[in-house]
């Protein structure tokens, strides 16, 4: 087993100079654009550093249990920052911060991922198993029917509009019930690499699954670090993203004052893109790769996540902090997320993608972005 390049001990001694930084900036009340700015690079750093370990993690498991590590312990800085978000009483930021995670993973990420994987494949074409974004969209549909049923209640001021909070509670609750019933058999039907596929009565499209499989498993590498230094990296990084959260929630909102951009700019913008720093970068990667079931399960993984379980899980928790998160949104992010959904089925349903689909999916996030500078 290789120990760690001199690229990749420097990129680390780096994050944690870039870390400490961030703390000394916070607790020595900086000037809010650095201190900001110095906050954002060390969430995308200890995000990179989150990142490189689950890969390491990948060599030993397969696509599905590693993506949804990496989408887990990738959106730790996501869960943080709208904690604090919430307990600072930035709801607008709270509630942007997670429909931009959502929109940023389905749209801006997703799409740029598709790019990369259809430029790197001999026909322009990016495959991949059909199964997960089918799930991903089932499961984005549930959360988007209630928050599409309330946001028509809240509309035409029926009398269930008064009831916004117990609402959001039960839609949470099955919401997380919908999740736990789809990712336990999800996780279980997981080939780990070097497994062999077994094409034996499945027909023609068992001995093209087989193919895949064996043509996955020959590009798989093998891991570089052992388990428990794999274990004390993702570790170490997801305490440290818990401290950086706090310190960038204290300087988002002077920041964005000096900077003249709205709180849904920066929810939906700056802390979606710097929370899902591991999506954009080990989607980017492992579609470089050639390794597309992988890249597209640690996006699409992320995507349902959000929306299936850690919307929700924040809605439950909230009730416990100053302000209270529910699934009632602006009807502009409502229409957003509704039309974003679609896409999404429409572009990775048949389980390929063209290059054009992944600019279509880009451009629709900077569109939204566009639009949230003047909200």
Known sequence: MSALSTRERTALISIALLTALAGVANYGAWAPVPRFAIATLALAGLAWIVSFAT?????????????????????????????????????????????????????????LVIVVGARRSNDGLMRFSKKLPRDTATLLQV?????????????????????????????????????????????RSDVAPGAAAEPADAGEGGVAQGASATAGTAATPSPRLSLAVTLALLA?????????????????????????????????VIVA????????????VLAWKGRSDLAISVVKNSVAQIAAFLFP?????????????????????????LLSTLALAQVTGDGEAAEFEGWALVALYVILGALTLYE
């Not at 390491?56 to 887990?72: D, H, V, W, Y």
């Not at 920052?81 to 993973?105: M, Y």
């Not at 899980?313 to 699934?327: G, N």
């Open 236 to 268: 170490v990084a997801g305490t440290s993203s818990a401290f950086v959260s706090d310190w960038f929630v204290n300087g988002l909102k002077p920041a964005i004052v000096q900077l003249h951009v709205s709180q849904a700019f920066a929810g939906l």
């Open 55 to 111: 890969e390491q993690l990948g060599e030993r498991f397969g696509p599905a249990i590693t993506g949804m590590l990496q989408s887990t312990l990738g959106n730790l800085p996501e869960l943080f920052v709208v904690i604090f978000a919430l307990q600072k009483g930035e709801l607008v930021v709270a509630q942007t911060a997670i429909v931009g995670s959502i929109l940023a993973n389905a749209l801006l990420v997703l799409g």
């Open 273 to 284: 893109i710097a929370g899902n720093a591991v999506e954009n970068a080990a989607g980017l």
């Open 313 to 337: 899980l924040l809605v439950l928790i909230s009730f416990a902090l100053s302000t209270t998160l529910t699934f009632s949104l602006a009807p502009v992010y409502i229409g957003a997320l």
């Open 143 to 187: 959360t988007v029917f209630i928050i599409v049923l309330l946001g028509l209640s809240l509309g035409s001021h029926d009398p269930a509009s008064h009831h916004v909070k117990a609402i959001s509670v039960v839609g949470a609750i099955c919401l997380l019930v919908v999740y736990l019933s789809w990712v336990v058999p999800y996780l």
